[in-house]
Nanobody, 119 residues
């Protein structure tokens, strides 16, 4: 099992920045991808950014150039630095970890952290 704990959400004004953290614990070996997803009220959960174990990042078009995902393997922590925040970035942000093992693919989610951007 992998436990994911997010932190760093909050209320900011448009144009400001936040940094989210996701700390993984438990059986963290063989995690090959971690990422951030978000879900706004009345909308489906969507991918924001992912990072592979090798450090390759992938971003949604809506956040490219504004958000940066990074990881600290020693701390089993993934970060999402969000700059130039917009009201449409308001959502609950979830951390996700994926393990691919011989027995199958295992997906883990954190409990989410609220990000609210006021105009």
């Amino acid at each position: 099992q992998v436990q994911l704990v997010e932190s760093g959400g909050g209320l900011v004004q448009a144009g400001e920045s936040l940094r989210l953290s996701c700390a993984a614990s438990g059986s963290t070996g063989s995690i090959n991808t971690m990422g951030w997803y978000r879900q706004a009220p009345g909308k489906q959960r969507e991918m924001v950014a992912t990072i592979s174990s090798g450090g390759t990042g992938n971003y949604a078009d809506s956040v490219k150039g504004r958000f940066t995902i990074s990881g600290d393997n020693a701390k089993n922590t993934v970060y999402l630095k969000m700059n130039s925040l917009k009201p449409e970035d308001t959502a609950v942000y979830f951390c996700k970890a994926v393990k691919d093992r011989w027995s199958g693919r295992y997906v883990y989610w954190g409990q989410g952290t609220q990000v609210t951007v006021s105009s």
